[in-house]
């Protein structure tokens, strides 16, 4: 419990940019969701349009929202320009204010809905203006029902709060992905206690606010309002303590070898005197469109995934002349440097159990072909819509009974625990030899090769000081040393190390 406790009390920076990113989104929402509420009081169809609106979103899941306005702002940028942000707290704010937005505006329809005629015609009798009715005894009689709306939504908006670290906006998601993808329960643990007790904590002190308007204290609301604005200026503070527009900020996906792989980069460049700042768990769809824009600066891709992903290539090429190619187009269509090849390949491969494929005698795909109706295929979250996957199930004419997505940790656990027949696993996971697994070839060459590369944006291509540090990296990983490094951070009892360690010892290993 030591590791709990110790993990907690550093979370203070996840935690402030929890708390922001909350905060503007309720805020928001409010700002949006009273107006429109006055205005559906005294217009059905209003009424009927905005609510219907509201429920639409919230049957959008929380991720999905989140993930859809990362090409809803990159598309923007043709009208508002180059310094739109498309990943971070931007997005993440507008996805949570709509995700906001319906309990707010439900209790306040309802609560306007459900004024007292009499109390009203009292207070046109007494020549109320509009303003003043809505001022002087709308606001002040739906104000308890409002209360219980934004509590809602603050819940809500809190939690979903957690997801915004797929789009590089850092939260208490942070802890809570890394520690799944590296079967660091304690960190997972940390993260859903520290997100959980925020909750609790503006539940509470919203809870406070709402009583007292519902007794008319004004002294118990106004303590209220002002322990809530505390609060969140505290948390403004702290982040704007540890904000640095210099920071170099270095992008990981959501397997282990990515986040090994930013600490190893991320301490060569500390030690050349860089702020490094790490963006943790970021869906591999918006990584290099990340890199391009500049909203990251730095990050580890492979070469079959930019070649089919980014340049929409179906055609197989030598590894050389692929690596060429990518390398030319980046700095060409995106002003991207590809610094060079770490040394080794992460490609996906398929893999079985070796006594699964002894007893079904499959050795390849083409072996696989006429069994896999039979069988289960699991894979990581994205795939059953990658290219390569299209590309080597049109190749071998493959279909199997199920496909089931996974996260890349939980993923080999379901091909011990007999869950999938089939993994997708990687070439570079030290798991495929500690569980004795089986890689199927690939005789017609669907699949094509998965060099990683080190890429760098626009605005750090030219830094000389930065390119000196990296540059040792270059070629400086095998196989093995990136398979024993992901296997020390994957394997699960003594000599599990975190990604931060293993990244040491990888840089011991490789004579850094």
């Known amino acids: 419990m030591s590791g709990f406790w110790e993990i907690l009390l550093g979370l203070g920076d996840k935690l402030a940019a929890h708390i922001v990113l909350a905060a503007s989104a309720i805020g928001l929402g409010i700002a949006v969701a009273l107006p429109l509420a006055v205005w559906a009081s005294r217009s059905q169809p209003v009424a009927r349009l905005a609510l219907g609106f509201a429920s639409l979103v919230q049957t959008i899941p929380a991720l999905a929202l989140l993930a859809l306005f990362f090409p809803i702002l990159l598309s923007l940028r043709v009208v508002f320009g180059e310094d739109l942000p498309t990943l971070g707290f931007l997005p993440a704010l507008l996805a949570l204010a709509l995700y906001a937005l319906l309990p707010i505006l439900r209790n306040a329809v309802t609560a306007q809905a459900n004024l007292d005629p009499g109390v009203l015609e009292a207070a046109d009798g007494v020549g109320m203006t509009g303003w003043q009715k809505l001022a002087l005894v709308e606001a002040p009689l739906s104000a308890p029902f409002v209360m219980a709306g934004i509590r809602t939504a603050s819940v809500w908006t809190i939690g979903a709060a957690t997801l915004a670290t797929t789009i590089g906006q850092p939260s208490l998601g942070d802890p809570i992905f890394a520690g799944l993808q590296t079967q660091n329960w304690a960190l997972v643990l940390a993260g859903c206690f520290a997100s959980a007790a925020l909750a609790l904590v503006a539940d509470a002190l919203l809870g406070l606010i709402e009583r007292g308007l519902i007794k008319r204290k004004r002294l118990q609301w106004a303590g209220g309002m002002v322990a809530v604005a505390l609060g969140i200026a505290a948390a403004l503070t702290y982040q704007a303590a540890g904000d640095d527009e210099d920071a170099i900020v270095i992008a990981s996906k959501q397997f282990s070898e990515q986040y090994i792989l930013a600490q190893l980069i991320g301490s060569r460049l500390e030690a050349a005197g860089y702020r490094v700042e790490y963006r943790d768990g970021l869906g591999s769809a918006v990584v290099h469109s990340a890199v391009a824009s500049g909203s990251i600066d730095i990050s580890v891709d492979y070469t079959g995934t930019i070649w089919t992903n980014e340049m929409k290539r179906t055609d197989q090429v030598g590894r050389e002349e692929m690596y060429q190619e990518i390398k030319a187009w980046d700095m060409r269509e995106n002003g991207v440097l590809v610094l060079g090849r770490l040394g080794f390949e992460n490609a996906y491969a398929f893999a079985m159990r070796e006594d699964r494929s002894a007893e079904l005698g499959v050795t390849s795909l083409e072996d696989l072909v006429p069994v896999a109706p039979q069988l289960t295929v699991g894979g990581d979250p994205e795939f059953f819509e990658r290219p390569e996957w299209i590309a080597v199930r049109d190749a071998y004419g493959m279909r199997f009974r199920e496909t089931r997505n996974f996260s890349p940790t939980f993923m080999y656990n379901a091909l011990r625990s007999g869950e999938a027949d089939v993994i997708s696993a990687y070439t570079s996971d030290g798991r495929i030899a500690a569980d004795r697994l089986v890689v199927l070839a690939d005789p017609r060459e669907a699949l094509p090769s998965y060099d990683a590369m080190l890429m760098l ?47 040491a010892e990888l840089a011991k290993k490789i004579g850094l």
């Open 457 to 503: 944006s626009p605005r750090i291509a030219d830094d000389r000081t930065l390119i000196a540090a990296l540059e040792p990296l270059i070629g400086a990983i095998d196989v093995e040393a990136m398979r024993e490094a992901n296997y020390a951070v994957d394997r699960e009892g003594e000599g599990k190390l975190s990604p931060e360690d293993a990244a």
